[in-house]
């Protein structure tokens, strides 16, 4: 299993930008894909990026298509997400989670395949 823990969140103005990072413990973190959710106040956790094992594939919600990139660095056991052009609407708990795949391709969309998560990190954005 992997141990996860994100930092980098924080309170930016509208149309900043963050940088998240998760890094992880535990089993080899090259053998998992990654993701970024968030939960915005009052709804439910949404799928915000992926990416798989080796970083040649990913995948973004098209409300931050554009605005974020999702990468990983395998030497150094953790997966980042870059957030640009930061909206209000952005504010949420981030949480970055992992699942066993070697997949070369990445499609998922769902919280569904993620076996691990992080404990998340607040990004609030001021308007």
């Known amino acids: 299993q992997v141990h996860l823990v994100e930092s980098g969140g924080g309170l930016v103005q509208a149309g900043g930008s963050l940088r998240l990072s998760c890094a992880a413990s535990?089993?080899?973190?090259?053998?998992?894909?990654m993701g970024w959710f968030r939960q915005r106040p009052g709804k439910e956790r949404e799928f915000v990026a992926a990416?798989?094992?080796?970083?040649?594939?990913?995948n973004y919600a098209d409300s931050v298509r554009g605005r974020f990139t999702i990468s990983r660095d395998n030497a150094e056991n953790t997966a980042y997400l870059r957030m640009n052009s930061l909206k209000p609407d952005d504010t949420a708990v981030y949480y970055c989670?992992?699942?066993?795949?070697?997949?070369?391709?990445?499609?998922?969309?769902?919280?569904?395949?993620?076996?691990?998560w992080g404990q998340g990190t607040q990004v609030t954005v001021s308007s």
């Open positions: 990416i798989n094992y080796r970083g040649g594939s990913s």
């Open positions: 535990g089993d080899t973190f090259s053998r998992y894909a």
């Open positions: 989670a992992a699942y066993r795949s070697m997949s070369a391709l990445i499609v998922v969309s769902t919280t569904r395949p993620f076996e691990y």
